[in-house]
């Protein structure tokens, strides 16, 4: 696999392997330390990770596959299903080499096994004839020469598990059984089966190499390795999973000679992805070859690759090769060119041969870029550039062909019609499709050539090829997101290989079983797999239908899909497609990995893949190209008639002639050759997808083993007895069950039964061979937990045992002084009444006395010794003087002697003798000498370099020293910083103080402005009354000179006097419009003002509001700093204060402006009333025409009335005007005063900017230094919030508690009663349960055990039946087509006769196996006849059992009728609940009654709305009509401007009017909206809340069905009695506990109901509230509504304050950045120091340790100078031994190099006095190592010291960092609000952009109106002039007319 350690040969030791193969003693001991309870311990699914987690089983049957059981998974609970639950392994199996031996086989327990292993570095792990290999993605030492060693030569059972395990035994049974080997490696992309396959072919060649010298350079095993290269580089591409991924299949032969030798080697490929020449994914890349081509080290190569090749350097100029990627990081493509070399030249190509290879594959990328173009209407395609330096030229020339003739074969090929050759035409698209064909066809022909050749390489044909061990390397079973005829074929091979898997692994135990002498039944389990395999195979299968669909000229896919599922859509396999990821899939098949949907596009196309024949003739006659005409010899060129698929053509069997036929010809091959060998099967498996080591995605592996038949494997396992032992292991083992009955007989079946029938295991579970014991899959863990009990019986007696030997003693020690202390007592009491007695007295005296020896005696004695003593003496002192007499002579007959010699003999030679002994003795000594004063010099040495050492430590001791103290400067540094920031807070809560005058200030100028807005308003009613009653007389005016206009029509004679009348009174008239023009005009020009001050105001209380919001925040932020001050909340109350006025005048404003509405509304009135009367007036005018004639006479009077009424209303107007003057002058005074309040008012919000951003400024760097008062704040505001939260519920809850209280204890009172009646009614059923005990045990053993036969006879006679079925259906299956083959060949024989002599062939054999399988079905027939005999017979003897049953049932149903009634009565308290229920139901729906109440209101809001602009259809019809009376009265163009001008007035005002409606509809309808959510939101919070009752109910009633289930089973302990009626009485007791779980569900539905009763009251009480803080909340949002309307005149001065405000806050961003910087620096410096200080402190650890060790070895050599002190005094001459070490310790603790010379002087005359020197140095070496012990005690306690001034520092610095790293938080979040209020700015600012913009247009609009209007009002002007003169005209004739009768 990738990564793994390369065989070494350089003699290098090999690291050790036995972490990665076997589990450690540590691991062994915390998996047995695991906790498991064979009972409880389950897996379940998890639906997160997709894997499974262990948990507890609390409720529920696991053998009841549709049971729902509930498990306990840490504090969670989940319920599964019975079939989805498995049972754990007991933590004997944990790590499991072989996960056949699980207890239980199900998936969690093998994908547990597979994952502790694979993460425990343990990659191998065998299952049954499996070995499964995990993909570990790291470099582990599993294959070194020192692992070859452990498995050469080894059984697979004596060593872990192993690839190399597989390999040894598949070579060793080639040797010893002289039979071929297969090893089957399947696998994902991705998994490692190539590296596998290396691997296995590596150790077969390291350990069957053979001897023999060859003569070649190059060894065979060498070119068997580099054939690996060259495969790699033609088929392996990068895939999605995987960077270096075999695009093909291949089986892999190594031939060995009859001793084992190595003889050669053979490769065969199967399915090539050819579709990959043409065609890439994106994340995907071709063949690595077409990559190596460009890279330089090709340049070296016969003068240059790339030249030869006529190829660039740009890859993307090759369109086949560029459509994905074209680089992959962990492939140098250059490395593997150079690579690729070598492998073509040790493996011996020519270099013509070589070249051809590398030429053929550069044009098939260069035939990606040749282009098509269409010339013609008949869509005939051409190739225009086919010269030498384009794609077309290229390819001819690197094919050795001439373009043009190969551009024209592929443009209009030939074709053969009857006997004559045409052309035909062909399109773009069949051109380009042919190019790729070709492309296609002759890479897959290059491939099959270089695996030839590398056959013929690899073949010794010096040496006897016996057998060979072959390595199938081939895809696993896919199952994509997409699924085509690759996955097809790919899949139906992984069927036939997983059938021949079934077969041989049942052969293999069958043969095992028989062996052993087991009593089975042969079954083929290769036969389950039959039926999709036969849908494959047979005629009119998917093979056969796609064969002759291809053949078919005009066959389509969808033909294809209609036919597939005309003759397979009945079978059971067939299925219709289920796929989620494909839409498009066009059917399904039901495979043993799963159901697989196949998309059966382009399958035909893939099937035939032709050729186009005219080129392929050109290759062949015309290429000079040798390897080129050698790939297409086999095809037959021109003369073929159909396409074939060349690529996949083989020359055996008969081939086919497309893809498929090749393919299952290949196949069948391939199953022939795996039948005539002996298998061995590995699986490779990846463990994660972003290769990660140690890492598992349960998902895919449970997908891998599924598709790769490990689960598949396991479940045939199940099916048998997986679990084996031999006998010495099992006795060895299990002989605690029974040791008698062990050892009771000798014959191990006999011993073994009898144990098993002691402990009741079922003789169904298990079965006796003759040298093993075979058990079914979980019959193990009833053992193990047998044994686990008594093992666990014995411990704790012998934990008693010790326990009592223990606690004995001490309670003897005990009782023995309790007798002593009563001794005492009573010794002491005799003494107390007796002290006084006289005689006591006496006898005390004299008892001294009594025994006393005589000192006469003693002293005669003493004397005798002393005499005896001395005589001795003075015999010794004789003695020495004797000796001393005889010294003295002999010393005086040496010296004569020596003078009689030295008289005698005067030559030298004896002193010559002496002197050359002196001198011997004197070179030792100074060899001695010299020694030992090396020993001192480096003693020296080292004791200077140990105090240099010492002096660096210290140094460094030092250093840490001064940086604490730098440390600690800076922390002084800080600490004063932090006074100075309290200072600049004090400062700054010093200013917030005087702005919070400032404020207040401000609030009293607000107060002020608004009482001058009242009065102007005030000012401003009073004109407008004057306003009105100027109107009423214009009007009345208007009146008479409409009277006048008239009269003067009719009358003829008096016109020049009425006629001067009426130019006066018009004259005058004009005057009074013009004034009542100004009049209004300087009236809306107030109104105007008043607006504008109006918005100016709001504006300015906005900006203030906000000023004072910001100001609020930067104290809120201190205050939250600074909560342990009591000032701060002062002003905080003062600032509500304020805030509670602001409000409060606000709230006065928005009255006055809804007076202000009222009065408008009334003025509207008027002139309503105004228009009807002018209607009536209009009528009275009709009335006054037809009374003009008789009023004539008083025309005089009434001109004189009218001038004096006409100079009474002018008077009146001057007086009005003069006064309105007045008042415009007041009121531009007032407008001065305001703007001179604004500026002062702007001025302060300006310096209460810049305070705030100098507080905030101050703020943000105070923030480092208040991280604790930030935590005590953030507690304060939780408090505060919750506080606040909680104050309003209090009061509600308590009441509700309370009345909660009564009634749970009276619901509590009610379950003590019910809890003592189900008390009485348990002792009843305990005491019914004693009596039926006898009976029960002995029928419990019998029930069990006939249920137990009953159930197998069930299954194994269903499962017989079953498969006489199947066997049935396929019998007459197979006669049905064998009758319709007959027929048909009766039929189609002449015609067909060529044709079906193959099929017929294969008919007869088909109709053989049918024949013989017919046999094999009938002779099952019978033992399946036999046994449903035997089981007939059983079932009647179970019936019997049964009534017996029965009988009890009957009785125990009798008592259910008991629990039945009481179950009744629990039934009508639960109704009376449901009604409870029922009625806050009823509450509910009078929510929604409420709800609906106010949609009805917003539904009348609405109506009125339109019923408003119903009326102001009306008001504008009306206009219309008045309009058309005017123009039919002959008004004059004054009037007509002033009616206009009027109902123009009127029409704003409905129109303001209107739109003020419509919003309040809009918040009419926003209050239903929230309403509605309210709504919503409290179903959810009240379904909420059912539900999470509905779970407290659930919990307790699986509480009380555990507590009854522990109940039961400890009854059925006691009893062990029968379980039919132990069954009953569980029913009857789960009854009961559903009663009480009924009952405490009804106490609680019915308390929760009241609950929910109240709190739906409440919440109706605050929803009510609510709904009037909406109306008051639309109230205020209306006054909003108009302030906000009148907010754009501000904007440009906020919008410049907003820009200020920016600037600050980049500034401030900019320091803060400066200041994050800093603290950067400093936290780096801080972490510098800290690691300074750890490095520091690290030494410190390895000094005081090896001084430590020091101090130990000088306490070790202080006992040992000890014992040779002592050792000295008894032998002098191990004295000296023992004085030299001495010297030499005394020497390493600085002893001088004087007194070790003094002493190798004296050491003749030392020896002398040994004992006295021995004791002497001892002593001072003692002294001395005890003064170098207390010094190194001392320096120790130093260091000691030193180090916990080091971690006190350490720890100060962390705490300083952690404090810095805090701030700089704080920093980066207040950064982050500023930058959120700048967004708020700016965000504003924009929408003061646009409220602006829009108040322009408005501007402009009304600019346009009003110069329209001012046009208009000019051409009247002009209109009247012209009307004037006419008029004038017509009095001055007809004063003439007048003048001229007379």
Known sequence: MPGHIKLTKTGQADPDPTEFLLPSMDMKRADQQKPYDSKKSVWIPDPKSGGYREGALESGDLEDPASKCVVSVGHEKFTHKGSEVGKVNPPKFEKCEDMVNLTFLNDASVFWNLKTRYQAKMIHTYSGLFVVVVNPYKRYPLYTHRV?????????????????????TAYRGMLNNSKNQAMLITGESGAGKTENTKKVITYLAMVATSSKKSDKKVSLEDQIVATNPILESYGNAKTSRNDNSSRFGKFIRIHFTASGKLAGCDIVSYLLEKSRITEQQEVERSYHIFYQLLQPFGDGIGGGLRTKCHLSSDIYDYTYVSQGKTKVDSIDDNEELEYTEDAFNVLGFEEQEKFDCYMLTAAVMTFGGIEFKTKGRDDQAECELIGPDTFAGKVAALCGVDASAMIKAFCKPRIKVGTEWVTKGQTCVQATNAVGGIARGIFDRVFKWLIEKCNATLIDPTLKKNNFCAVLDIAGFEIFEYNGFEQISINFVNEKLQQFFNHHMFVVEQEEYVKEGIDWVMVDFGMDLAACIIMFEKPMGIWAILEEESLFPKATDKSFEEKLKASLGKLPVFLKPQSKTDKNAHFALNHYAGIVSYNVTNWLEKNKDPVNDTVVEIFKSTSTITLLVKLWEDHPGQPSVAPKDDGKKKKKGGGGKTVSSVYLVSLGELMTTLHSCEPHFVRCLVPNTHKKPGDVEPPLIMHQLTCNGVLEGIRICMRGFPNRMVYPDFKSRYAILGAAEIASSSDNKTAVYALMDKIEFGRERYRLGHTLVFFRAGALAFLEEKRDDIVIRLVRYLQGQCLQRIKRSIYEKRRDQRELIKVCQRNFRKYVSMREWGWFVIIQKTRPMIGMPNPEEELRLLEEQANEKYGAYEKQIKTK????????????????????????????????????????????????????????????????????????LEQEVVSVKKDIEDIDMAIQKLEQEKTNRDHTIRSLNDEVANQDEVINKLNKEKKHLNENAAKASEDLQVAEDKVSHLTQIKNKLESTLDELESSL???????????????????????????????????????????????????????????????????????????????????????????????????????????????????????????????????????????????????????????????????????????????????????????????????????????????????????????????????????????????????????????????????????????????????????????????????????????????????????????????????NKAQGESDMWRTRYEKDGVAKAEELEMSKLKMQARLSES??????????????????????????????????????????????KQFDRIVAEWKLKVDSLSMDLDGSQKETRNASSELFRIKSAYEEAVLQLEEVRRENKSLSNEIKDIMDQISEGGRSIHEIDKIRKRLEAEKMELEAAL???????????????????????????????????????????????KALENMQVAIE??????????????????????????????????????????????????????????????????????????????NQNALEEARTLLEQADRARRMVEQELADTNETLGDQTCT???????????????????????????????????AQKAMIDAARLADELRAEQEMAQCLERDRKLLEAQVKDMQARLDDAEQNALKGGKKAMSKMDTRIRELESELDAENRRCADAQKAL????????????????????????????????????????????????????????????????????????????????KTRARSSSVAPM
Request: aromatic letters at 2%.
């Open 881 to 952: 003087a004797q000796l001393l007499e005889e010294n003295e002579l002999i010393k005086e007959e040496t010296k004569a002697l020596i003078k009689q010699i030295e008289k005698e003999q005067g030559n030298m030679s004896e002193y010559h003798e002496k002197q050359a002994k002196m001198s011997a003795q004197k070179a030792d000594l100074e060899v001695q000498l010299a020694s030992s004063q090396e020993l001192l010099i480096q003693k020296e040495q080292e004791r200077q370099q140990a105090t240099a050492d010492k002096k660096v």
């Open 1411 to 1456: 024949e013989s399988t017919i046999n094999q079905l009938s002779s099952k027939l019978n033992q399946i006849e036999k046994a449903k005999a035997k089981l007939q017979g059983d079932l009647d003897s179970m019936s019997v059992q049964l009534d017996q049953a029965q009988i009890l049932n009957s009785s125990m149903e009798k008592k259910a």
């Open 1730 to 1764: 800290n690691q300074a200080i750890q490095g520091g402190k690290m030494k410190l650890d390895s000094e005081i340790h090896t001084l430590a060790a020091d101090l130990d070895e000088m306490a070790s050599e202080a006992s040992l100078s000890e014992e040779k």
């Open 1851 to 1930: 720890r100060k610095s962390e705490r300083k960092i952690k404090e810095l790293t805090y701030q700089q938080d704080e920093d980066r979040k207040n950064h982050e609000r500023m930058q959120g209020l700048i967004d708020q700015l700016q965000g504003k600012i924009r929408s003061y952009k646009k409220q602006i913009e829009e108040a322009e247009e408005i501007a402009a609009l009304n600019l346009a109106k009003f110069r329209q209007t001012q046009s208009s009002l000019s051409a009247s002007t002009e209109a009247a002039d012209v009307t004037e003169q006419a008029l004038a005209k017509l």
């Open 1613 to 1690: 302990m006691e009893s062990k009695g029968k379980a039919e009626a132990l069954r009953m009485k569980k029913k009857l007791e789960t009854d009961v506990m559903d009663l009480d779980t009924a009952l405490e569900h009804a106490n609680a539905a019915n308390a929760e109901t009241q609950k929910i009763i109240k709190k739906y009251q409440l919440s109706l009480r605050e929803t009510q509230a609510r709904l009037e803080d909406a109306h008051r909340a639309k109230e205020v949002a209306h006054d909003n509504l108009i302030v906000a309307d009148r907010r754009a005149h501000a």
């Open 1555 to 1601: 739109s003020e409606a419509e919003g309040a509809l809009e918040q009419e309808e926003n209050k239903v909206l929230r309403a509605q959510l309210e709504l919503t939101q409290v179903r959810q919070e009240i379904e909420r809340r059912m539900a999470e009752k509905d779970e407290e109910f659930e919990s307790t009633r699986k509480n009380m069905n």
């Open 148 to 168: 070859a060693k452990i498995y050469l030569g080894k059984r697979r059972n004596e060593c872990p598990p192993h690839l190399w395990a597989i390999a040894e």
């Open 1049 to 1371: 029509e009719k009358e003829k004679r008096g016109r020049a006097n009425v006629e001067k009348e009426r130019r006066k009174i018009e004259g005058d008239l004009k005057v009074t419009q013009e004034t009542v023009a100004e009049l209004e005009r300087a009236r809306k020009e107030l109104e105007s003002a008043i607006a504008r001050k109006e918005k100016d105001g709001v504006s300015l209380f906005s900006k203030l509001e906000d000023e004072q919001g910001l100001v609020a925040k930067v104290q809120k932020s201190i205050k939250e700093q600074q909560a342990r001050v009591e000032e701060m909340e002062e002003e905080l109350e003062a600032e509500r204060q304020a805030r509670a006025k602001a409000e409060r005048q606000r709230s006065d404003l928005a009255r006055e402006l809804e007076n202000l509405g009222e009065r408008l509304a009334e003025a509207g009135g008027a002139t309503n009333a105004q228009i009807e009367l002018n209607k009536k007036r209009e009528s009275e005018v009709t009335k006054l025409r037809r009374d003009l004639e008789e009023a004539h006479i008083q025309q005089e009077s009434t001109l004189i009335s009218l001038k004096k009424k006409h100079q009474d209303a002018i008077a009146e107007m001057t007086e009005q005007i003069d006064q309105l003057n007045k008042m415009k002058g007041k009121i531009e005074k007032d407008k001065q005063h305001i703007m001179h309040e604004i500026a002062d008012v702007r001025s302060a919000t300006d310096e209460v900017n810049r305070s705030g951003a100098s507080a905030e400024k101050s703020h943000r760097n105070l923030l480092a230094q208040l991280n604790e008062l930030g935590k005590k704040v953030e507690e304060a505001n939780l408090t505060l919030g919750d506080f606040e939260s909680n104050k309003r519920k209090i009061a509600a809850e308590n009441a509700d508690l309370l009345r909660q209280l009564q009634e749970l204890e009276n619901s509590a009172n009610m379950l003590v009663k019910v809890k003592s009646s189900l008390a009485a009614q348990l002792d009843e059923q305990r005491r019914i349960a004693d009596d039926e005990a006898k009976e029960r045990q002995s029928l419990l053993g019998k029930f069990r055990n006939a249920e137990h036969e009953v159930d197998g006879m069930k299954e194994h006679f269903d499962e017989e039946c079953s498969a006489k079925e199947n066997l049935m259906r396929q019998l």
